[in-house]
């Protein structure tokens, strides 16, 4: 079974500051990764996600990731941070398996990013 | 507007008394899943759903019953609640994962806070 491993429970940076947040992920054939953003009190809405080809994929909101299959990391970044950025970030692996016709999408614990003003 | 919606957003029951929170999406979704989020531990996946009358359980199923009667409409169901079910509940729609790859990502509905004492 897959996993997904988010080591920072709580990052703080300053307004303006680069910010990486890490993801390790244990997958025995290609995942498919994604980063979701959670704001207080609202729904996981997609960031950016990765199937297969550049390592590096763009998201929404300025954020950027890079596949690593050697680190197996997918870690997200995003060189200058904005206070509305402040939410929980979450990223996760999904998996299809054949025959059994199964799916499971399976998520870290998340990231909570604080932002100083 | 496409979007997955679930209904109550909030509610606060009694042990042991019957509910059931419905998700419905309108992008003609095969594949839609209920996950809980808890502090520390992330979003764990309850139930999941391939397809119409095709439901299969998910990481943390216990005390959760699930249906899909219709393509649109994936009820989650508590037929005796218990304090450690108080959680926030989210739905997530998705096309067909196959296995040919998990690729689709998942659209999330707001999510219902629910409150057993």
């Known amino acids: 079974a897959q996993s997904v491993t988010q080591p920072d429970i709580h990052i703080t940076v300053s307004e303006g500051a680069s910010l990486e947040l890490r993801c390790n992920y244990s997958?025995?054939?290609?995942?498919?990764l994604f980063w979701y953003v959670q704001s207080p009190g609202q729904g996981l809405q997609l960031l950016l996600k990765?199937?297969?080809?550049?390592?590096l994929v763009q998201g929404i909101k300025g954020f950027e990731a890079e596949f690593k299959r050697s680190q197996s990391s997918f870690n997200l970044r995003k060189p200058s941070v904005h206070w509305s950025d402040a939410a929980e970030y979450f990223c996760?692996?999904?998996?299809?398996?054949?025959?059994?016709?199964?799916?499971?999408?399976?998520f870290g614990k998340g990231t909570k990013l604080s932002v100083i003003p | 507007e496409a979007q997955v919606t679930q209904n109550p957003r909030y509610l606060i029951t009694v042990t042991g008394k019957k509910l059931t929170v419905t998700c419905s999406q309108n992008?003609?979704?095969?594949?839609m899943s209920w996950y809980r989020q808890d502090p520390g531990l992330g979003l764990r996946q309850i139930y999941y759903?391939?397809?119409?009358?095709?439901?299969d359980k998910g990481d943390v199923p216990e005390g959760y019953k699930v249906s899909r009667k219709e393509k649109r409409n994936f009820p989650l169901i508590l037929e005796s609640p218990s304090p450690n079910q108080t959680s926030l509940y989210f739905c997530?729609?998705?096309?067909?994962?196959?296995?040919?790859?998990?690729?689709?990502?998942?659209?999330f509905g707001p999510g219902t806070r629910l409150t057993v004492t």
């Open positions: 997530a729609s998705s096309f067909r994962p196959s296995s040919a790859g998990a690729r689709y990502e998942q659209y």
């Open positions: 997958y025995g054939a290609t995942p498919y």
């Open positions: 990765y199937f297969s080809g550049d390592t």
């Open positions: 996760a692996v999904a998996a299809a398996y054949s025959g059994a016709g199964s799916y499971q999408l399976t």
């Open positions: 992008m003609n979704h095969e594949y």
């Open positions: 759903s391939m397809n119409v009358e095709v439901t």
